[in-house]
């Protein structure tokens, strides 16, 4: 069975935020962890901790621990964005529930800072999404089960991303996953029920592997071709909605129409 140093094709990092809030279009990012296994058999460790500006909500710091008074002398994620981005930039990406939320949270934040945060051509790993294909938990369960440890400080960015790379590691044997390629692995994570390719990392939209044909995988017009639905494509594309639904509905948009939103 291939180990991860085996098994990757790039420098891949696998990587943890803590938040402000989970609104992902309105609250920002207050710690960064990430472990970047190299091509050349290193690791490289980012550790950051971020001035929010705004208000951390009391639920998020029952979970994480920080306030705003900790963390009020510490840069903002804009101060520190390109050396992020530099550090990020076309590495395939690794974490728990990370195609959900950490992502997500990261494309924002490059948005805001002017940076294109492209994932279209890597590869993405969630031991979540993996573990979620079989008996779906959480992060300590799926810990204790790979494992058999308990998992200890949770909700610290560190251990979280620490813990995920463990778990994916039992996974790669569990399910005989270390004999496949990160592609491979990448397209399980990002498939449907149906086998079809996810193409945003909120789960919105999907391409049909036999057809071609982009479709909505949520919402009120759900599995409909998004060209038979093109005031809806639009209304995705350009109303208050997260930024990378945003953008890949003014791409498909775009394809269909030629007109650019």
Known sequence: MKTIKELIVRDTIFFDLETS?????????????????????????MEKKFNPVIPISEDA??????????LKDYPTFAECAIEIYNFFNGCDLGGFNSIKFDMQFMYEE????????????????DSFMIYNKF???????????????TFENAHSAVADIKATIEIFEKQLEV????????EEISNIVRST????????????FARNIKTGDYYFVQGKHKNKRVQDELYYLKYLATGDMKKNVKDI??????????VKL
Do not use: W
């Open 110 to 125: 490059f948005a805001n800072c002017g940076l294109h945060f492209n994932y279209g051509k890597i590869n993405m790993i």
């Open 175 to 182: 399910y005989n996953l270390g004999e496949k390629t990160m």
């Open 249 to 258: 509905a003014k791409k498909l948009y775009y394809k269909y129409t030629n």
């Open 21 to 45: 809030g989970t609104t992902i279009q309105t609250e920002k990012i207050v710690e960064l962890c990430a472990i970047k296994y190299k091509m050349d058999g290193t690791t490289e460790i």
């Open 193 to 204: 029920n149906d086998g079809d390719l996810i193409v945003d990392l909120n789960g919105s």
């Open 61 to 70: 710091t029952a979970i994480h621990g920080f306030t705003n008074d900790m």
């Open 135 to 149: 008996e779906p938990r959480t992060l300590s369960a799926s810990y204790t089960k790979y494992t058999g440890k």
